[in-house]
């Protein structure tokens, strides 16, 4: 759809017309896009505006919350224990990984 839109505004406006300012560009983009989502139907849209085809369409209603404190239904992962830190471990797989790539480089 975007090509389709591109095209159009290519071949119409931008092709065919010489700009002496960014401001003359700027308006006669703006008249285009006004004509083009106003005026003109589109095949994609079964031969509707876009303007007239936004006035058909419902606004979705947002669905409520299922769970109170989140809404993911179930924990992906346990919570950490407070006052319990995995720095060890951390820097224990550091001093690992780095032993490896060390003895990756010499061989």
């Not at 303007?51 to 239904?73: C, E, F, G, K, W």
């Amino acid at each position: 759809m975007l090509n389709a839109v591109d095209g159009r505004l290519s071949d119409e406006l931008l092709n065919e017309t010489l700009f002496s300012s960014l401001t003359q560009a700027r308006a006669a983009l703006l008249r285009w896009q006004f004509d083009y989502n106003t005026t003109r139907p589109h095949s994609k849209l079964a031969w509707q505006t876009p303007i007239d085809l936004t006035t058909t369409l419902h606004p979705r209603q947002d669905q409520t919350l299922r769970y109170v404190n989140s809404s993911a239904s179930e924990r992906a992962a346990q919570p950490a224990r407070e006052g319990r830190t995995n720095r060890q471990n951390e820097l224990e797989a550091g001093k690992k990984m780095a032993a490896t790539s060390a003895s990756l480089d010499c061989a």
